[in-house]
């Protein structure tokens, strides 16, 4: 297996691929407090399923250090 180093430390030090930049430029959006973005109602859909539950909700949670 490949050793792959990605640092997540910050949006500023992981800069995204030439893939990822083409994915985020072609991907389906919408609002997701209105269940419109069909990312993450997938999300959602496979967070339910994993752990047995109809429904599961994405949660960001970000840590401010000041």
Do not use: C, H, Y
Request: net charge negative; aromatic share 4%; hydrophobic share 45%.
């Amino acid at each position: 297996m490949k050793n792959i180093k990605i640092d997540l430390v910050s949006d500023t030090v992981t800069l995204p691929t030439d893939e990822m930049r083409e994915a985020m430029k072609s991907a389906e959006v919408g609002d997701d407090v209105n269940q419109e973005d069909p990312t993450i109602n997938k999300l959602e859909e496979l967070a339910a399923k994993k752990v047995g539950k109809e429904a599961a909700m994405f949660v960001l949670v970000v840590l401010w250090e000041i």
